[in-house]
């Protein structure tokens, strides 16, 4: 091979340049994927939130525990308030109804339809008004939850009786502790009265 054959460009040899380039055009494309993704659920949120703004107008302006706002980023949110929110599951046409609460994050809905999510969103309203108007009345007692995904009616108050109990046996027991310990300080006062008043009977 003759020094003009070896020093002519060849079409297989690459330049950096152009490996640069398709790294740029591949790298554009993801971020064009990723875009669309979020974009097809906000889209998929807002025709949920048309679905649901008669009920968002039906709560008074002055009950200040809703948000009714979707959020930005990469998973799009329609928050119903600081602990419950819609979203969308990875298959981008699923609705995901999820509380967050003591005991971890809880599937209130799942499901394809708008219609039905609406109905479970409008049904946790309710609830959470009640709960207000029941708390401002002096009675704070909490109302059931919506069933979790696979739970029964017998379950779900189940699950509400073990909690009222579990609540009545904490204020007992601190009850019970206060009462102990102001009769063990009490006695333990009275010694030491009686210690340094000579002729001193509390008994």
């Not at 709560?59 to 706002?69: A, I, N, Y």
């Not at 994050?105 to 039905?116: K, P, Q, W």
């Amino acid at each position: 091979m003759s020094e003009a054959e070896q020093n002519a460009p060849r079409d297989n040899v690459r330049r950096l340049s152009d490996a640069i380039r398709e790294m740029k055009n591949a790298a554009a494309d993801r971020e064009d994927v990723v875009v669309d993704m979020r974009e097809a659920s906000r889209t998929r949120l807002e025709l949920l939130a048309q679905e649901l703004q008669p009920v968002f107008a039906e709560v008074p302006e002055d009950v200040p525990l809703f948000d009714f706002s979707i959020s930005n980023g990469e998973n799009p949110r329609l928050w119903i308030d600081a602990v419950a929110h819609v979203t969308m599951g990875r298959d981008r046409r699923t609705y995901r109804f999820l509380r967050d609460t003591r005991m971890g994050r809880v599937v209130l809905a799942e499901s394809s339809h708008a219609g039905e999510v609406a109905d479970k969103v409008t049904r946790y309203i309710a609830e959470r008004m009640v709960e207000r108007e029941r708390m401002i009345e002096g009675e704070v007692e909490d109302l059931p939850r919506h069933m979790a995904d696979g739970e029964t009616k017998e379950q779900m108050a189940a699950r509400h009786l073990h909690s009222r109990k579990s609540r009545r046996r904490g204020l007992f027991t601190g009850f019970l502790l206060v009462l102990l310990g102001g009769i063990t300080g009490a006695a333990v006062m009275g010694y030491v009265l009686s210690e340094q008043v000579p002729g001193l009977s509390l008994f």
